[in-house]
């Protein structure tokens, strides 16, 4: 009679349950075992019983034969596919060393097989690229396509208007799941929610939120399922009278339609639009009114484009301390939305120096046309002391022309605008000396006999 094996199918359990979108404590719930157990099937340190593999299969409905195949003859087959890369071709590998790796370490068998699908992915994504050198950016594509829609969706804020209206009368945001979609809303520590800030448990009906995050964001976590579950037609319909040029672009969209869907629920466009010019575009006081974060609120100001009950038209930037764009949303024509935000005379790079500080500046271009600056940092994370945060600086900029109208401006006499430039490639600005690397096309003076203040001497010519 033949010695049955134990059966350890940890990688495979752990990929159910992470494609289910289950925590261990959840599945554990459904098995009737407890989530260190399930903790220990997943590491390979206790056997899957048959009893569990009836319960897998009765609460799951998978078929069985094909989740408990041996794991250990795919992973050796997988692997053995991916070793004959041509980079593999000067080291000596023996089948048996790899049906070793495939039994006793299936861990590492899936990393590596990862490791090698992102790294094809990318080969191939750099191929493209040398084969069509105008390949578009999906992150600046999704930007470009925001902005010819000057960050505006009608459809977007007539629903969730009503949504809002509907959210008003149920008393919150998650009585209104639990009354429409019977979808109930849980707060559970950060080591429950596996490093996610938002998750909805399909399978229990259920939207698990960190428990860590403050009142606005968890308000903008729930309104953000309630955009990608309520707001999925809208969504749908303006991807798909789009054709963009890859599905991570499509993706950028429509996260970026769900978030705007998101804050058009907490901060409904009629209301808000009266709020704003009540409160002359105060926005910490609007973030107060509106129970949303100082971000959120700068963010939603550049949206108020719909026809009939116009706003001031503001350009949004947010940065880190290195000087890169996480975000841009352009609604005052500012030409940073086209060449990113490089100047390090603006105050939006230097307001690290005071954080949490509301910091107005006069900004002058080269053509002469004239903004009005406004920028703080915000954070971001955290939540916990062991948990890091991150810092970064957001600014909103609109025409000066504007500025009287701004609760920041008023009661402050204008002063002389800084003369900043879009890049410094782009920039002639000769007396500058904060300037980075030369202006294109302009013939660099030697500074044999002469060195200016400024780090180039270049032709006036």
């Not at 998750?199 to 308000?219: F, G, K, P, V």
């Not at 916990?384 to 022309?401: G, H, K, M, Q």
Request: include cysteine; charge should be neutral; charged fraction near 25%.
């Amino acid at each position: 009679m033949a010695e049955s094996r134990p059966l350890y199918l940890g990688p495979r359990l752990k990929r159910l349950r992470r494609e289910l979108g289950l925590t261990q404590q959840a599945m554990a719930g459904d098995l009737g075992i407890s989530p260190s157990y399930v903790a220990l099937l997943e590491r390979n340190q206790r056997p899957l019983t048959a009893d569990l593999l009836l319960r897998l299969a009765k609460s799951y409905k998978f078929d069985l034969a094909e989740f408990a195949g041996e794991d250990s003859d795919d992973y050796a087959r997988r692997l053995s596919d991916v070793l004959r890369d041509p980079i593999f071709a000067d080291i000596d590998l023996p089948a048996l060393e790899i049906a070793d790796l495939a039994s006793s370490f299936p861990g590492v068998s899936e990393a590596l097989l990862r490791l090698h699908g992102a790294y094809t992915k990318e080969q191939r994504a750099l191929a493209e690229q040398r084969d069509a050198p105008g390949a578009s950016d999906p992150v600046a594509e999704a930007r470009r396509f925001v902005a010819s829609q000057r960050n505006y969706f009608h459809s977007i804020d007539t629903r969730a208007e009503e949504i809002a209206a509907e959210i008003a009368k149920a008393g919150s945001a998650a009585e209104w799941l639990r009354a429409t979609n019977g979808v109930r809303v849980r707060f559970l520590p950060p080591d429950v929610m596996m490093d996610a800030l938002r998750r909805y448990d399909r399978h229990n009906e259920q939207l698990l939120i960190d428990d860590t995050l403050d009142a606005a964001s968890r308000a903008f976590q729930i309104a953000t399922h309630i955009a990608y579950t309520s707001l999925r037609k809208e969504i749908a319909a303006i991807v798909r009278a789009e054709d963009f040029a890859s599905p991570t672009a499509t993706s950028l969209v429509r996260r970026a339609l769900a978030s705007y869907g998101a804050a058009a629920i907490l901060m409904p466009y009629d209301r808000f639009a009266r709020a704003v010019e009540a409160r002359s575009y105060d926005i910490e006081a609007l973030s107060r009114q509106f129970g949303t974060s100082f971000e959120q609120v700068a963010h939603r100001l550049t949206t108020l484009n719909k026809p009939g009950m116009l706003r001031i038209p503001f350009f949004f930037i947010r940065v880190d301390q290195a000087g890169n764009v996480s975000k841009r949303l352009d609604g005052a024509g500012f030409p940073f939305a086209a060449h990113g935000g490089g100047c390090p005379l603006w105050s939006v790079h230097s307001v690290f120096r005071t954080p949490g500080e509301v910091v107005t500046q006069f900004l002058e271009l080269p053509d002469g046309q004239r903004f009005y600056s406004i920028a703080r940092t915000v954070r971001a994370g955290g939540g916990t002391f062991d948990r890091p945060s991150v810092t970064r600086a957001i600014a909103l900029a609109c025409a000066a022309e504007h500025a009287p109208k701004l609760a920041y401006a008023r009661s402050v006499p204008s002063p002389e605008p800084t003369p900043i430039g879009v890049t410094c490639r782009l920039c002639n600005r000769p007396a500058c000396t904060a300037r980075a690397v030369p202006p294109v096309g302009r013939e660099i003076l030697p500074d044999d006999y002469r060195r200016d203040t400024a780090p180039f001497g270049f032709d006036s010519d």
